[in-house]
């Protein structure tokens, strides 16, 4: 069954958010007659776009509410007849309309080209049921404006070698095209690259000027580069806590030893509310279940501590922990290991789940002969830890009867109902 959730989107424009950066690089060209080569200059043009959820279009089906999402998009050279054309295709989805509400989901979208020297006229479309919306841009590229490429603003950056997507080098830049920051955020991130750099063991003063819109320089932050390659990547976070609602512009100014500028670009972005200093979790679900992540004693004390008290204790735990990530954890309990009346949270399998995670591996028994065997779940971490649940009785009650970890208890007694593949595992 499908059912069609237009009614609670019903705007039929897609507003989104595209945001083209040009990097620059080099290609050796080989005369194959005369087998001389020289080095041209050629230009990758990246966009990146943001989409917000609630302005897709989505269907339910099976209980996943997912949006297919058709993106054409067309480059066209404004002094020649060359054009480039393509087509991307994504299925987005989301858990729930309140969840990603909550959450103020968006996606990110990521696609270039190499293009040379020139002006060009960008196209891109977003096509969604019946919904559509469009982005049209130029862009100029000269030699002369490319020693440094274009500045992108990033909502996160973070080391990473495994992702492919949003991968820079080893690192994972999630772009913010809308180059607009809520409370939501206390950091911005940019990310550049720096060409024609000549190695040697001198290096160059890099400068980041942020002004508000007045031209009062708000702050400024030096940093030295060691010249260590040609082509240099550079990333930096800077927080905005402190910063008033508002539009400001950033300059990256670079300077050699001898403090002459050799390039600078510069970008805006603007805070549209001023930055929480607390987040507050109160009255959210899961807010005070906490006693999984405390001992018997550190539980005790706290439910004997007064209203503001466990107030002011649960907001320090929760500033250690991620709220986010825990809710989420007890969710999924409450949805897959509930036992009759018992909430999946309040199970075995479902603190387990809640402590230590999603396990890395799951080996499920289910034995032909019950006088053997009951049917258990053995799941094992990549960190070591390892857990086996029996259903002892047979009504999908699942018991934890063994583990290794030592904030969770074994049962002995219980051992005789451990098929003989794990009896290895309790000696």
């Keep these: 069954m499908i059912l069609i959730s237009c009614f609670l989107l019903s705007a039929a424009a897609i507003d989104f958010y595209a945001d083209p950066i040009i990097y620059r690089s080099s290609i050796e060209i080989v005369d194959t007659v005369t087998h001389v080569s020289h080095t041209e200059n050629i230009y990758y043009i990246e966009f990146n776009c943001n989409i917000p959820y609630q302005k897709l279009f989505y269907e339910e089906t099976d209980s996943i509410i997912s949006s297919r999402t058709i993106i054409p998009f067309k480059l ?4 020649g007849s060359e054009f480039l054309t393509d087509t991307l295709y994504r299925q987005f989805t989301i858990p729930s309309f309140s969840e990603a509400a909550r959450q103020q989901m968006s996606y990110i979208v990521q696609f270039g ?59 994972r830049v ?35 000027t942020i002004k508000d819109t007045t031209g009062k320089v708000i702050r400024q932050i030096p940093r030295r580069v060691a010249k260590k390659y040609e082509s240099q990547a550079i990333n930096l976070g800077f927080n905005i806590n402190d910063f008033d609602p508002g539009l400001y512009y950033l300059s990256i100014t670079i300077k050699d030893e001898n403090a002459r500028v050799i390039t600078e670009k510069e970008t805006a972005f603007e805070i549209t509310k001023a930055i929480q ?14 006693q999984y992540f405390l001992t018997p004693d550190q539980y005790k004390f706290f439910k004997s501590l007064p209203q503001e008290g466990k107030l002011n204790y649960l907001k320090r735990f929760w500033s250690i922990y991620n709220y986010f990530e825990t809710a989420e954890r007890f969710q999924y309990a409450d949805e897959h290991y509930t036992q009759g009346s018992k909430l999946g ?62 904030t969770e208890q074994s049962q002995p007694t219980l051992f005789k109902y451990l098929p003989e593949s794990k009896q290895e595992l309790v000696q």
């Excluded at 230590?356 to 006088?371: E, L, Q, V």
């Design 76 to 79: 066209v050279n404004l002094k």
């Design 113 to 171: 080209m190499y293009i040379p020297e020139g002006e060009f006229k960008y196209t891109i479309e977003i096509l969604s049921g019946s919904k559509k919306g469009i982005r049209e841009g130029t862009v100029k590229i000269k030699k002369e404006d490319y020693k440094m490429s274009d500045i992108l603003v990033a909502s996160d950056i973070a080391f990473d070698t495994l992702s492919v997507y949003l991968r820079k080098g080893n690192l």
């Design 174 to 208: 999630t772009p913010h095209p809308s180059k607009i920051f809520n409370e939501r955020y206390n950091k911005i991130y940019v990310y550049y690259e720096l060409y024609d750099i000549k190695p040697d063991s001198a290096h160059l003063d890099v400068i980041y």
């Design 277 to 290: 200093k607390e987040v507050t979790f109160v009255g959210m679900p899961y807010y005070d279940e906490i």
């Design 345 to 406: 949270s309040k199970t075995d399998r479902g603190r387990v789940y809640i402590k230590f995670g999603k396990p890395d591996d799951i080996d499920r028994g289910k034995p032909i002969d019950y006088t053997e065997a009951r049917p258990y779940e053995h799941w094992q971490y990549y960190n070591g830890f390892q857990f086996i649940f029996v259903d002892i009785h047979g009504t999908n009650e699942y018991t934890l009867v063994w583990t290794n970890a030592e």
